[in-house]
């Protein structure tokens, strides 16, 4: 069964640090896809980035940048420099293709507050 | 404008008391999923849907019904509510398993 562990449950910075987000994944199925999304304060769920498990290149977008390492079963999330409007829930996800896995499994959020 | 909309944003009923939250997508997408946010457990699946007509059990399916009889809709079905299903909760629709899903803006739901 697919699984997705997010071990850092809440992360306090100051304005302008770097911080690193968690994501621990498990499945059984070669492709598969990755997820992560944010949920600020209003609540609703902000899609960031979408990785295939083919595709180990990592993604820097701005500020963010995603790391993917299938060796670990790792898709880490990286906010440099990171700002007051970052503060939010990030939520990593798995999707798996096979079977009647069909569904997209989510962590259990890491709740970043940033700090002026 | 591509999105998925769930009604009502807010409820509050009383336990046992039948209801139903709707949610559409007018992206016309095939996949269609119902989650409930809980502090420290993230977003779990309720139920999820490939199709119309084709609904399948996610982690956390106990209490409540589906149905898909048309494309764009999914409504999410509390016979007789709990306590314990006091949550938010999250419509979602994607094209297909290899594409990020849309979320409604979320049903806080509190059941007394």
């Known amino acids: 069964a697919q699984k997705v562990t997010q071990a850092q449950t809440e992360i306090s910075v100051v304005e302008k640090e770097d911080v690193t987000l968690d994501c621990v994944y498990e499945?059984?199925?070669?492709?598969?896809?990755l997820f992560w999304y944010k949920q600020p304060p209003s609540g609703e769920l902000v899609f960031l980035i979408r990785r295939n498990s083919f595709d180990e290149q990592n993604e820097i977008s701005g500020r963010y940048s995603w790391n993917f390492q299938k060796s670990t079963s790792s898709f880490n999330f990286t906010i440099t420099a990171s700002q007051v409007v970052d503060s939010a829930v990030y939520f990593c996800a798995l999707s798996e293709v096979s079977g009647s896995a069909r569904q997209l499994t989510f962590g259990s959020g890491t709740q970043l507050t940033v700090l002026p | 404008e591509a999105q998925v909309t769930q009604n009502p944003r807010y409820l509050i009923t009383v336990t046992g008391k039948k209801l139903t939250v709707t949610c559409s997508q007018n992206m016309n997408h095939e996949y269609m999923s119902w989650y409930r946010q809980d502090p420290g457990l993230g977003l779990r699946q309720i139920y999820y849907s490939m199709n119309v007509e084709v609904t399948d059990k996610g982690d956390v399916p106990e209490g409540y019904k589906v149905s898909r009889k048309e494309k764009r809709n999914f409504p999410l079905i509390l016979e007789s509510p709990s306590p314990n299903q006091t949550s938010l909760y999250f419509c979602?629709?994607?094209?297909?398993?290899?594409?990020?899903?849309?979320f409604g803006q979320g049903t806080r739901l509190t059941v007394v």
């Open positions: 979602a629709s994607r094209w297909g398993v290899n594409t990020e899903a849309f």
């Open positions: 499945t059984r199925d070669t492709t598969y896809y």
